[in-house]
């Protein structure tokens, strides 16, 4: 037997995560310059001042490992989200807590349960651990989140071996999301023994009547599990940091399984500054806001469907068209996200961008449409 025959099973079955297509390599492809990347969600308007200030002044000591509990991260976040500092995990990202939080829930004994187009890490990191995989269907196309978590779906397959379930609100690919008086209703019926995951990515970019602040009901429920990150709204992608706010009991444990150093030094310190600029948050949300009608109004005006959306991106579907659409956008130097790997193959994801991006985006796909 070969080292690689003696690797776990679930492993080898795994298809590792495709990230959007870089600009460096797209560039580099066909010879371009100037092209635009509306493709993975980042922030159009890149970070706040105050983090790059941060960064330059961290960098001065970047010969010394990071702070391995994330001291002043944790204790700005913990005065601005209102809670206790030992109830924060910070990772690597918030695909990190997600991996963490699997590792202490899911064996090959266990099941987890997600939604049928939910964001991809999940299906990774349930296989990555042996455990099975429940996948509830969506929502159909004639409800009024279409494509969304079907709530009803997902709790009918809980049962004696269910330990993880899966939230994103909202929801990445579809942008679709949750009341808060639905997914209340959701965790009140299931049994307390199972971890539930909402992953609050977008949270930031969401104004909507109705749509909860899960971190409130942290006290009330003790299996409840809310993941958030610095890589959308606050635009530090490249620097990889995010994190999970539980009881202190799951914070404990999942500090247990945490890699020592899994926020870097930058990291941190862009973070800690980004909570202190609020002006940049408020002009983040009202960039995509703005973006996200103006999107409306050009597929509305040209008959093309696509899926209403809080976060900062917009799903359309381009039906059979949509592999040539993506590539000649690409030879135009506009880079959207296919979704085929999501079995949505008929449809394209684009990020916001600023309203110049978006009107090179649009002129081109004209001719291409």
Known sequence: MSVIESALAQVKLLHPYTPGKPVEELERDLGISGSIKLASNENPLGCSDLAKQAIKAASKNIELYPDANAYYLKQKLADKLGLGAGQITIGNGSNDVLDLVARIFLDQHAEAIYSEFAFLVYPLVVQSCGAKARVANALPTDRNQPYGHDLTAMLAMVNDKTRLIFIANPNNPTG???????????????????????????????????????????????????????????????????????????????????????????????????????????????????????LAKYFDARGVEYIPSVANFLTVRFGKRCDDIYQGLLQQGVILRPLANYNMPEFLRITIGTPQQQAVLMDRLDKLL
Do not use: H, M
């Open 176 to 294: 679709t999301w949750l009341q808060a008086t639905e997914l209340k209703d959701f965790i009140d019926a299931v049994p307390g023994q199972i971890a539930i995951i909402v992953d609050e990515a977008y949270f930031e970019y969401v104004d909507q009547d109705g749509y909860p602040d899960t971190l409130k009901w942290l006290a009330e429920y003790p299996n409840l599990i809310v993941t958030r990150t610095f890589s959308k709204i606050y635009g530090l992608a490249g620097l990889r940091v995010g994190y999970a706010v539980s009881c202190t009991e799951i914070s404990d444990l999942l500090n247990r399984v945490r890699q020592p150093f899994n926020a870097n030094t930058l990291a941190l310190a862009a973070a800690t500054a980004s909570l202190e600029d609020d002006d940049f948050v408020v002009a983040s949300r009202n960039n995509n806001q703005l973006g996200l009608v103006q």
